[in-house]
């Protein structure tokens, strides 16, 4: 690869975070989403109604890669909006387990919707590319996923 190129693929990559920033920013029509809740918040409300039983902060902290302060800390909000209710499971007076109130099952719908159109964004984007340069664009995002992550460690 050439001065040239690599030139090209800064530039790039830093109009796709500019691009992607401003997306993050502007309005979409869904302003109940908007500046009211965090991802990890909604993330917690899908996982809460992808499994009902199972929702305790060991299970969100696991399947969000975070720790269980930070699932407390993002719960607290939800908890005081009345999106989720806390109960302990009978025979289990150690674990508190969260479950959708109704409007948590709202919110959490949304969110899933949202994502699905994100998804389909996506899927009809790969249709520009070939095999090969799916690829290539797979494992350039690997790495740099990669090498954020070895950034925010330090």
Do not use: C
């Not at 996982?47 to 969100?60: H, K, R, V």
């Not at 919110?107 to 964004?121: C, D, G, I, N, T």
């Amino acid at each position: 690869m050439n001065s040239t190129q690599k030139q090209e693929a800064l530039k790039a990559i830093e109009q796709f975070i500019i691009q992607k920033e401003k997306a993050a920013k502007s309005s979409t029509g869904i302003d109940e989403l908007k500046g009211k809740w965090t991802l990890t918040q909604l993330h917690i409300l899908a996982l809460i109604s992808s499994y009902p039983t199972e929702a305790n902060n060991t299970f969100l902290s696991k399947n969000l890669h975070i720790t269980k302060p930070a699932v407390t800390k993002a719960v607290k909000p939800l908890l005081d909006k009345k999106m989720i209710i806390r109960e302990h499971k009978e025979g289990d007076r150690k674990s508190v387990y969260y479950y959708l109130t109704d409007e948590g099952k709202k919110l959490a719908l949304l969110h899933e919707e949202l994502h699905m159109k994100a998804k389909q964004r996506y899927y009809d984007l790969f249709e520009e590319f070939n095999k090969e340069e799916l690829t290539v664009i797979t494992k350039f995002l690997k790495r740099w996923t990669e090498t954020i992550s070895e950034e925010n460690r330090k």
